[in-house]
T-cell receptor, first 112, second 112 residues
Framework: DSGVTQTPKHLITATGQRVTLRCSPR?????VYWYQQSLDQGLQFLIQ???????AKGNILERFSAQQFPDLHSELNLSSLELGDSALYFC???????????FGNGTRLTVT | GQQLNQSPQSMFIQEGEDVSMNCTSS?????WLWYKQDPGEGPVLLIA?????ELTSNGRLTAQFGITRKDSFLNISASIPSDVGIYFC????????????FGQGTILTVHP
């Protein structure tokens, strides 16, 4: 158990809808990261937050947004969903920017 | 941006055999990490390497941080069926502070 909790585990929704994925980092970790893993693809970095502030941005679509709250949990919002957004979405946390990341077990999003 | 080339893409071996996989980069990293991902789960950290030239072991796993800081390898000795999974290398730091860059993964299959 990595200590990173992601909910829900599975999500099935229709195109055009909006969903929110939630992540609770390990106790004491200030950095939260979001990654997307599509079929046959590796882990693509989406965005990083550190202590409530956006720190780095990767290949995140404009339809996607995230935030980190004062209690350090984070949410990833995906809107106007398309079939191609179906993927595993992972949250990871670390103590600081250059520390190893610890991953949750992901949310599997299926867009129909 | 920084990219990691991980090889081989897949390996099919017999139980008891040793395994070796490696990652190379066109730019330097400050930290090299190796993760294993089982189906339907998040990546789990196996080994973290922090200094150029560092050689670190974790049970049957051995990994090294290349002298040039642009490469790393992972060896698994005396493989067992539960070693099956996808192994990812990842680089941290360098020109992309705080952002973890992943290799494409090595799919390992172990035949009993």
């Amino acid at each position: 158990d990595s200590g990173v909790t992601q909910t829900p585990k599975h999500l099935i929704t229709a195109t055009g809808q909006r969903v929110t994925l939630r992540c609770s980092p390990r106790s004491g970790d200030l950095s939260v990261y979001w990654y997307q893993q599509s079929l046959d693809q590796g882990l693509q970095f989406l965005i990083q937050y550190y202590n409530g502030e956006e720190r780095a941005k990767g290949n995140i679509l404009e339809r996607f947004s995230a935030q980190q709250f004062p209690d350090l949990h984070s949410e990833l919002n995906l809107s106007s969903l398309e079939l191609g957004d179906s993927a595993l979405y992972f949250c990871a946390s670390s103590t600081q920017g250059e520390s190893p990341l610890h991953f949750g077990n992901g949310t599997r999003l299926t867009v129909t | 941006g920084q990219q990691l080339n991980q090889s081989p893409q897949s390996m099919f071996i017999q139980e008891g055999e040793d395994v070796s996989m490696n990652c190379t980069s066109s730019s330097i990293f400050n930290t090299w990490l190796w993760y294993k991902q089982d189906p339907g789960e998040g990546p789990v950290l196996l080994i973290a390497l922090y200094k150029a030239g560092e050689l670190t072991s974790n049970g049957r796993l051995t990994a090294q941080f290349g002298i040039t800081r642009k490469d790393s390898f992972l060896n698994i000795s005396a493989s067992i069926p539960s070693d099956v999974g996808i192994y990812f290398c990842a680089g941290l730091g360098g020109t992309s502070y705080g952002k973890l860059t992943f290799g494409q993964g090595t799919i390992l299959t172990v035949h009993p």
